[in-house]
């Protein structure tokens, strides 16, 4: 004969998944990276979660727009991917045994 399911257990896993996830959010806000264009003349940092947190623009970029446009697009697309990296090492680092 089986035992009764038990919905405690269940709750409080469940509990202790939403606790992890909360936990992995606000990790993946605070790890931030870099990403550069145009030899350093636009910098951006972004986080892990997906934002800009900041945009940093030689003077020198502004007397060509079009320019300044593609160098932000390509500076903020490395600083994401390289959040993005950041995080899923530390996420690797974890080990399955600490992951929900």
Do not use: H, W, Y
Request: hydrophobic share 45%.
């Amino acid at each position: 004969m089986s035992e009764p399911f038990d919905f405690d257990k269940l709750g409080t896993a469940m509990g202790d998944m939403a606790r992890r996830l909360q936990e992995m959010q606000a990790d993946a806000a605070r790890t931030e990276a870099e990403g550069q264009a145009g030899a350093g003349m636009v910098t951006v940092t972004a986080n892990a979660a997906g934002e800009l947190v900041r945009v940093r623009i030689d003077p020198g970029a502004l007397s060509d727009p079009e320019l300044l446009e593609d160098l932000v697009a390509a500076a903020a697309n490395d600083a994401l991917r390289r959040a993005r990296e950041a995080m899923a090492a530390r996420l690797a680092g974890l080990g399955s045994s600490q992951l929900p």
